[in-house]
């Protein structure tokens, strides 16, 4: 699994869109970036994952950069629920244990 | 669909004593894992269960132990437990070979 670095924490206006980085430069090849968010006094979410190309869901988007030595997750519009801790990790794709790094504290204001 | 459940939601115990918390996985999902996250050092894999067997084991001592039932619930125990063992503890669950892990909502352990 490659090491994955975040900024510590984020700010964000509600109805705005957010951009959250992550920094995976030693990936390999087969290692998927995924996200998961965890918002307060619960249990992780996942929110979406990619290997290549770019993706969407009803939460988010992934954006991947062409090297995949970056990714960045997109909330469209930001509400207050999305105030979370979010987590960029970088696996294969077999299952097994997440390694959850110290994660993007984002905070939203109204 | 009901989600993962776990239980008890609070337990508090006393240094020395033994804790064990457990798990319910979505149905028809075969792998469970557990996670601690303490205070100030985030979240940690503990262990994996798939099928009843143990996959695989975070760092930590052999004191932390579980295990997987017929019907893929799973069990963890903490023997002689430390103050340092005091944290959320939270289940996971997926299908086999799948990425998307489903989190339970955590046991809070306090250790006095």
């Known amino acids: 699994d490659a090491k994955t670095t975040q900024p510590n924490s984020m700010e964000s206006n509600e109805e705005e869109p957010v951009h959250l980085p992550c920094n995976h430069s030693?990936?390999?090849?087969?290692?998927?970036i995924h996200w998961y968010r965890q918002l307060p006094s619960q249990g992780p979410e996942y929110v979406i994952h990619?290997?290549?190309s770019n993706v969407n869901n009803r939460m988010a988007s992934l954006a991947i950069a062409e090297d995949r030595k970056s990714s960045t997750l997109i909330l469209h519009r930001a509400t207050l629920r999305d105030a979370a801790v979010y987590y960029c990790?970088?696996?294969?794709?077999?299952?097994?244990?997440?390694?959850f790094g110290q994660g993007t504290e984002l905070s939203v204001k109204p | 669909e009901a989600g993962v459940t776990q239980s008890p939601t609070h337990l508090i115990k006393t240094r020395g004593q033994q804790a064990t918390l457990r798990c319910s996985p979505i149905?028809?999902?075969?792998?469970v894992y557990w996670y601690q996250q303490a205070l100030g050092l985030g979240l940690q894999f503990l262990l994996w269960?798939?099928?009843?067997?143990?996959?695989n084991r975070g760092n930590f001592p052999p004191r932390f132990s579980g295990r997987q039932f017929p019907n893929y619930s799973s069990e963890l125990n903490v023997n002689a437990l430390e103050l340092e063992d005091s944290a959320l503890y939270l289940c996971?669950?997926?299908?086999?070979?799948?990425?998307?892990?489903?989190f339970g909502p955590g046991t809070r352990l306090t250790v006095l």
């Open positions: 996971a669950s997926s299908l086999v070979g799948r990425n998307e892990q489903f």
């Open positions: 990619g290997l290549t």
């Open positions: 269960y798939d099928e009843g067997e143990e996959r």
């Open positions: 990790i970088a696996r294969g794709n077999q299952g097994g244990k997440l390694i």
């Open positions: 030693t990936i390999s090849g087969t290692d998927y």
């Open positions: 149905s028809g999902h075969t792998s």
